[in-house]
């Protein structure tokens, strides 16, 4: 299957409106997330693999943000404890309505619900994994603690969380290196400075970021007893934490 190119910036706009994952982003997003973040496919695959080894029978493995499902499918495809199910929520119509059929079409023991809904909304049943593959960073800073509390609360002992996120560096010369060097790498897969540009000033207001200081901070805050960065390529980074 051919996978459709992402060139919603390509083109000037007269009025930029802010990011969002509507049916023009959902249509190409496949494309959009492998061209525009430096090792996608391995945090996903790897998300995979620590899934497999966290999973604790009788309990939900969550996929908060789940948008097509790459990562639903991760844990689908590596879940082998007995009892579990895989619940992916998504507050975009448009890539919920895509994502079932998708994990769908895949071979998998486990049972997969995606849900359209707000994470912050969300009532957790027990969980032993949960996964935020970039998706805390679309959260209202403000609000960011009390999801990571939440979760927290429901999550059992021994369990794993998975937060990757694009972070910014406290120092402004390396994050300047950082961020042209992410340009750099759109650059390299086809984007042009309009679609770069263009791209940069809609996520201004929708994608803040936060140091990955802030983020090990929070994540210790909120009850994770070990915590641990095991992924980074510029400004892209995944960690995993252990309640
Ligand atoms: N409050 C919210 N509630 C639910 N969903 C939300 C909320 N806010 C944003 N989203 C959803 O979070 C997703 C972020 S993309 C995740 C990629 C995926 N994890 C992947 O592994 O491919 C990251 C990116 O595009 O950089 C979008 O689908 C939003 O609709
Ligand atoms: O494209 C970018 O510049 C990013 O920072 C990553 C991204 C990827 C997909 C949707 C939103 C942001």
Not at 168 to 178: F, H, I, N
Request: charged share 20%; net charge negative; glycine share 6%.
């Amino acid at each position: 299957m051919t996978v459709p190119r992402d060139a919603i910036y390509a083109q000037p706009y007269s009025e930029l409106g802010d990011f969002a994952f509507d049916e023009k982003v959902a249509e190409v997003f496949p494309d959009m997330i492998n061209r525009s973040v430096p090792g996608y496919a391995t945090m996903v695959h790897t998300i995979g693999r620590l899934a497999g080894r966290f999973a604790q029978p009788d309990s939900v493995l969550y996929d908060l943000g789940c948008s097509l499902g790459a990562s639903t499918l991760a844990l689908k495809q590596n879940n082998k404890a007995p009892g579990c199910s895989i619940i992916g929520i998504d507050s975009s119509a448009a890539m919920v309505e895509r994502c079932q059929a998708h994990v769908d079409a895949f071979r998998g023991d486990t049972p997969v619900h995606i849900e359209q809904g707000d994470i912050l909304q969300t009532k957790y049943k027990p969980c032993s994994v949960v996964i935020l593959n970039f998706t805390l960073q679309f959260i209202a800073p403000e609000k960011r603690q009390q999801l990571l509390q939440q979760i927290s609360d429901a999550m059992l002992p021994g369990g794993l969380l998975v937060l990757s996120e694009k972070v910014r560096e406290p120092e402004t010369v390396c994050d300047q290196v950082l961020v042209d060097l992410h340009h750099d790498f759109k650059r390299d897969n086809g984007y042009s400075e309009l679609e770069i540009s263009q791209k940069r000033a809609a996520l201004e207001n929708v994608m803040r970021l936060d140091t990955l200081q802030q983020h090990q901070q929070r994540l210790q805050e909120t009850g994770f007893s070990q915590v641990q960065n095991w992924y980074r390529c510029f400004n892209f980074t995944s960690t995993f934490a252990i309640k």
